[in-house]
Nanobody, 124 residues
Framework: QVQLVESGGGLVQAGGSLRLSCAAS????????MGWFRQPPGKEREFVAT????????YYADSVKGRFTISRDNAKNTVYLQMNSLKPEDTAVYYC?????????????????WGQGTQVTVSS
């Protein structure tokens, strides 16, 4: 059984920054793509960012390009989401996910395992 545990969420003012972390166990972390998704209040879960097995390729939703950065440290079995210039519309529960394959992936069905989520609230 794979476990993914997010941390780093919280309350931040608009324009501020947060860094989310996701620690993985139970599977060879370095062999698979990782992703971040989020679910705003009252809305469906949506894609945020993905990173391939080595960290050499990334892809972002248009809404976060230039503000968010996904990275990974395979030695620590951890993926990060650095969030800068946060906006109130970034408020959501953020989930990390472990992919089925090695390449970047933006669809929910391309991920096998999910964390429990961490709340990010951006106030104005």
């Amino acid at each position: 059984q794979v476990q993914l545990v997010e941390s780093g969420g919280g309350l931040v003012q608009a324009g501020g920054s947060l860094r989310l972390s996701c620690a993985a166990s139970g599977r060879t972390f370095s062999s698979y793509a990782m992703g971040w998704f989020r679910q705003p209040p009252g809305k469906e879960r949506e894609f945020v960012a993905t990173i391939n097995w080595s960290g050499g390729s990334t892809y972002y939703a248009d809404s976060v390009k230039g503000r968010f950065t996904i990275s990974r440290d395979n030695a620590k079995n951890t993926v990060y989401l650095q969030m800068n210039s946060l906006k109130p519309e970034d408020t959501a529960v953020y989930y990390c996910a472990l992919g089925r394959g090695r390449t970047i992936a933006s669809m929910q069905y391309e991920y096998d395992y999910w964390g429990q989520g961490t709340q990010v609230t951006v106030s104005s």
